[in-house]
């Protein structure tokens, strides 16, 4: 995949959440924000996405964004907690979030993350392999049957076969890339920084860059001592805009 500089319509507003800073509704308050959350617009103009060596996916862990353009990006990993009052927070926020699921753990209620992909903030689901194994550690035939299986099984169940890709734990050699690409992603997408419950933990410095793709899971109290999901996610958001970032879409700038 080459360097993209396609056109994108921008969206009709990029400043406060859709619904979150009315004055009848104020679902940022709702949800423990003391502000609505600002999403960025989908650019006019996509960023230059270095290309993957011939035959392999390129990977990302960051979007080349400006320096003065502060936004970040959302990324929910796993499947394994499915809090349907998290599925009120996101749809009342229209959090755009890219999902990597994972078949083994998010399967048992695949509706639930059907309901927060279609709740209106444009989410996406994407491949996170069957089984959730280490790739370097897996043969380039089982690397393979993990991703494609996978594309498989979410394009039977949500109608779409997803471009994205991310592998478990961030483990990945030259087969993983050459793997991804045979089974029609795109793109594969790390992570510069990862929700830790209460705060972030920075691939590098101690706070977030334009750009940033963030790692968060689907995690529950039994997983976060105590945390809800939804707890974590106000934490998040919270962080976001204390740094004063704003929220892309993933997929508007790839």
Not at 107 to 131: A, C, K, M, P, W
Not at 228 to 248: D, H, N, P, S
Request: net charge neutral; charged share 25%.
């Amino acid at each position: 995949m080459g360097p993209k500089t396609t056109e994108a319509k921008p969206s009709p507003s990029g400043s406060a959440a859709p619904d979150g800073g009315t004055e009848g509704d104020r679902a940022y308050e709702k949800w423990g924000l003391s502000a609505p959350l600002q999403y960025a617009p989908k650019p006019v103009f996509k960023p230059l996405i270095p290309p993957g060596k011939p035959g392999q996916a390129p990977i990302l862990n960051r979007i080349p964004v400006p320096a003065d353009d502060k936004v970040v990006f959302l990324t929910f990993d796993d499947g394994a907690e499915k809090d349907p009052e998290f599925l009120r927070m996101a749809a009342d926020l229209k959090l755009p979030i890219s999902m990597f699921l994972t078949d083994k753990i998010a399967s048992v209620d695949y509706g639930h993350f059907e309901q927060l992909r279609d709740n209106g903030s444009n989410s996406t689901i994407n491949n996170h392999t069957l089984s959730h194994l280490k790739m370097r550690t897996l043969s380039f035939a089982e690397q393979k049957r993990e991703i494609c299986g996978q594309q498989v099984r979410l394009e039977r169940r949500f109608g779409t076969k997803p471009t994205l890709f991310r592998p478990p734990y961030g483990n990945y050699n030259d087969d993983t890339l050459k793997a991804a690409h045979q089974c029609g992603i795109t793109q594969v997408l790390l992570w510069r920084a990862s929700m830790q419950i209460h705060d972030f933990q920075y691939a590098e410095g101690s706070s977030l860059q334009p750009g940033d793709i963030i790692l968060a899971h689907f995690r529950g109290p039994k997983h976060m001592k105590g945390t809800t999901e939804t707890q974590m996610v106000t934490a998040m958001l919270q962080r976001i805009q204390e740094q004063g970032f704003r929220i892309g879409r993933v997929e508007d700038y790839l």
